[in-house]
């Protein structure tokens, strides 16, 4: 299958600080990046769907301008989390589409604001 | 709309068998069925097309019924390494989000 990288795998950060996440499709090209956030025990919870060369389309609810997402090539997109604090503190997982109609996932990244 | 999976878990003996319901009340283009193990990223098990097609591994299969909006994951035989969390996810049109239930917890005994 398609792999999908993503760094951090894990990161601490003191709250009030920004945080950039890196998602990479290694051998594919993905048009559309997926961001998901999960918290312990429950569902993947769509953030945004990102759109090479384009802006993100964010869910409802997601406040765009805490959720800083960039998808600047076919293989990269990345996510910001600004000033975070302690309640955004959660697994963020990416995925990225192929032209084979499904998604594949990144290893995720746990950050933990203090 | 988020589907709707059942059980919510399932506690099985190694080489019993279990089936994972997930449901939507909208009309759908697709469901794709992942596994995900505790501290890990979900990785991908099938997707299925609405025109109702069955598809599957040796012992993992899953199918759709276009009418009902339904598909089921049929696990047979179930072996240790099938512990985890099972994730539905579905998607109304072709090239759409994919939208994940709540997922269904299955833990195998030896």
């Known amino acids: 299958g398609a792999v999908v990288s993503q760094h951090p795998s894990r990161v601490i950060c003191k709250s009030g600080t920004s945080v950039k996440i890196e998602c990479r499709s290694l051998?594919?090209?993905?048009?559309?990046m997926f961001w998901y956030r999960q918290f312990p025990k429950q569902s993947l919870m769509l953030m945004a769907t990102s759109n090479e060369g384009s802006k993100a389309t964010y869910e409802q609810g997601v406040e765009k301008d805490k959720f800083l997402i960039n998808h600047a090539s076919l293989t990269l997109s990345t996510l910001t989390v600004t000033s975070a604090h302690p309640e955004d503190s959660s697994f963020y997982i990416c995925?990225?589409?192929?032209?084979?109609?499904?998604?594949?996932f990144g290893p995720g990244t746990r950050l933990l604001v203090l | 709309q988020q589907p709707v999976q059942s059980p919510q878990a399932v506690i099985l003996r190694e080489g019993e068998d279990a089936v994972i319901n997930c449901s939507s009340s909208k009309a759908l283009y697709s469901v794709h069925w992942y596994r995900q193990k505790h501290g890990e990223a979900p990785v991908f098990l099938m997707i299925l097309l609405k025109g109702g097609e069955q598809k599957g591994h040796e012992k993992i299969s899953a199918s759709f019924n276009e009418k009902k909006q339904q598909s089921s994951l049929y696990l047979t035989a179930s072996q240790l390494s099938y512990s985890g969390t099972y994730f539905c996810?579905?998607?109304?049109?072709?090239?759409?989000?994919?939208?994940f239930g709540k997922g269904t917890r299955l833990h195998i005994l030896p």
């Open positions: 996810g579905t998607e109304l049109r072709r090239d759409d989000k994919i939208i």
């Open positions: 051998d594919f090209q993905a048009t559309t």
């Open positions: 995925s990225a589409r192929t032209g084979q109609e499904t998604q594949y």
